[in-house]
């Protein structure tokens, strides 16, 4: 998409218009009225087919979440996740969200040296019931669990989520 720049806002005809440098006039309003039917997600448009869709713009989903809680509460969409932190080697964090990146981005507002690498996501359309039936069979081959951190390597719990099936 070219862009090109604005000049000025000028107001004529009893309207703001914005002068481009070449010349050319575009009504503000005609410009607005384009993108209050979009959403926005730190920059990156998410089409309205997106189970937490609301027109705006937001820093992160958490964001988008509270603005729509009830859309957030009934959703059952979204990725099962695999988080690491090298201050934690061989431990990994298996964990459910709408967006995946948009939570490892969470956990790096928590951690200096934004550290948190997001290893792996699937796409479940119950998230809720995906990362439990994870937990349940990442448990019988890990060596250790703390909550959702489990001592596993990523590539056998990469596995284990591929292959489930939810029923």
């Not at 431990?91 to 997001?118: H, N």
């Not at 069979?137 to 939810?166: H, P, V, Y």
Request: hydrophobic share 30%; net charge positive.
């Amino acid at each position: 998409m070219k862009h090109t720049r604005v000049l000025s806002k000028r107001f004529e005809d009893g309207e703001w218009w914005y002068i481009r440098p070449n010349g050319n006039r575009e009504r503000v309003e005609s410009h607005l009225r384009k993108n209050d039917k979009r959403m926005f997600v730190n920059g990156k448009y998410i089409p309205q087919s997106h189970p937490l869709w609301k027109s705006g713009k937001y820093k992160t989903f958490d964001d988008a979440a509270f603005s729509s809680l009830q859309n957030y509460e009934s959703s059952t969409e979204g990725e099962v996740y695999i988080i690491t932190n090298k201050a934690w080697e061989g431990w990994i964090k298996i964990g459910m969200a709408v967006d995946a990146e948009d939570r490892c981005k969470g956990y790096q507002t928590s951690s200096p040296l934004r550290d948190f690498k997001l290893k792996f996501k699937k796409y479940f359309n119950d998230r809720r019931s995906a990362e439990s039936q994870a937990h349940f069979l990442c448990s019988k081959k890990a060596q250790k669990r703390k909550g959702e951190w489990f001592r596993l390597d990523t590539k056998i719990a990469e596995d284990i989520i591929n292959n489930m099936e939810i029923i």
